[in-house]
């Protein structure tokens, strides 16, 4: 079990952080059932070197924070190739990122509210599917 009175420290400190911490902390209280395609890995280890790349951390800092997330063991949604069929079909519809459009389909797969913090995504996602932009996120008692 990972601790929630030190997980607030491995997020990166930047605008809605402290959504991010409430998001962080209902996942570790078990209050949020966070599910993400597995590509979610790479974007957290990209966004980890960037700031790495950028200097705001060390690589070590950057290795901790990257085991901690791994042993977050997150809910993966499995994608088949119809679910890959389909990211494509709607990037290219939308003028949208495959990376952005994986977290849409993966939504829409699973009947799921998705969840970001990217204002262009939000607009372009909630015309189809629940959406909730990071800034809205209340939490829930």
């Known amino acids: 079990m990972i601790d929630a009175s030190v997980a607030s420290r491995f997020l990166l400190t930047e605008d809605l952080s402290d959504k ?3 998001i962080l902390k209902g996942l570790l209280n078990e ?3 966070l599910k993400a395609p597995p590509l979610i890995t790479y974007e957290v280890g990209n966004t980890l070197w960037k700031a790495v790349k ?3 951390i060390s690589l070590n800092e ?3 924070r990257f085991k901690y997330f791994l042993r977050l063991k997150l809910n ?3 994608l088949n190739i119809q679910d890959h069929k389909e990211i ?3 990037s290219i519809k939308n003028d949208a990122t495959y990376y952005d459009s994986t977290y849409v389909i993966s939504s829409k797969k699973i009947g799921a509210t998705l969840l970001t913090a ?3 995504l939000h607009k372009k996602a909630s015309r189809e599917i629940p959406t909730l932009h ?3 996120y209340k939490e829930s008692r």
């Open 118 to 120: 990217d204002d262009t």
């Open 62 to 64: 950057a290795e901790k």
């Open 54 to 56: 950028r200097g705001y």
């Open 20 to 22: 991010a911490e409430l």
């Open 31 to 33: 209050t949020l059932d």
């Open 76 to 78: 993966t949604i499995e």
């Open 134 to 136: 990071l800034k809205n």
């Open 88 to 90: 494509l079909e709607w």
